[in-house]
């Protein structure tokens, strides 16, 4: 397998523009992670799917933030409108269960950048 | 989820041992001891995972002592790529928020 997939790599937009990041889990995860981080705050847990079901979003900063996840080989992050503090680098990342004495898996992350 | 404290970082050279205690003094019985890796632009990466004693794998090896209170993780001669922030986890499955703290940044110098 070829790993957790995100797209794309870098991103730079304008304030105010929709910005929609992609992420290809591992082929048998049934979980789903999508996470920020920034020198701040560090790695922070936005959201995660369980079988395609959002299971916890209590992370996810805003209502300008959106995740969804239509099948179990495709999730998306959506920021609308996107502003400058938005700014990070966003990972995805896969396990095949739940549980900490499991492996999750990242992506090579995608980076924002909002001007 | 245990809080843990480990420090912000260490500096070494390469062919030393590197050891980076983590202290997690309100872990519960069901929980595991994880370290991650991230290097620079890239996603953390699981290196190590441990319950009680010693556990050893190719990249580190993991000492627990028997209060469990704290954790080592030690990393045998290393190299100017083992330069990464190193992240220590202490939870259960029930602990979906797979949550990192600050890690540790390790600077290997030549």
């Known amino acids: 397998d070829a790993g957790v997939i995100q797209s794309p790599r870098h991103e730079v937009t304008e304030m105010g523009q929709e910005v929609t990041l992609r992420c290809k889990p591992i082929?048998?995860?049934?979980?789903l992670f999508w996470y920020r981080q920034t020198m701040m705050r560090g790695l922070e847990l936005l959201i995660y799917f369980n079988n395609n079901v959002p299971i916890d979003d209590s992370g996810m900063p805003e209502d300008r933030f959106s995740a969804k996840m239509p099948n179990a080989s495709f999730s998306t992050l959506k920021i609308q409108p996107s502003e400058p503090r938005d700014s990070a680098v966003y990972f995805c990342?896969?396990?095949?269960?739940?549980?900490?004495?499991?492996?999750?898996?990242f992506g090579q992350g995608t980076r924002l950048t909002v001007v | 989820l245990a809080k843990t404290t480990q420090p912000i970082s260490m500096d070494s050279y390469e062919g030393q041992e590197v050891n980076i205690t983590c202290s997690h003094n309100?872990?519960?019985?069901?929980?595991?001891i994880t370290w991650y890796q991230q290097f620079p632009s890239q996603g953390p990466r699981f290196i190590i995972q441990?319950?009680?004693t010693k556990v050893t794998n190719e990249v580190a090896s993991l000492f627990i002592p028997a209060d469990r209170k704290s954790s080592t993780l030690s990393l045998p001669r290393v190299s100017l790529s083992d330069t990464a922030v190193y992240y220590c986890l202490v939870g259960d499955q029930r602990d979906y928020k797979l949550s990192f703290g600050a890690g540790t940044t390790v600077t290997v110098r030549a």
């Open positions: 441990g319950y009680k």
């Open positions: 082929s048998g995860h049934d979980y």
């Open positions: 309100n872990i519960a019985t069901n929980d595991y």
């Open positions: 990342a896969s396990s095949l269960r739940y549980a900490l004495n499991t492996e999750a898996f």
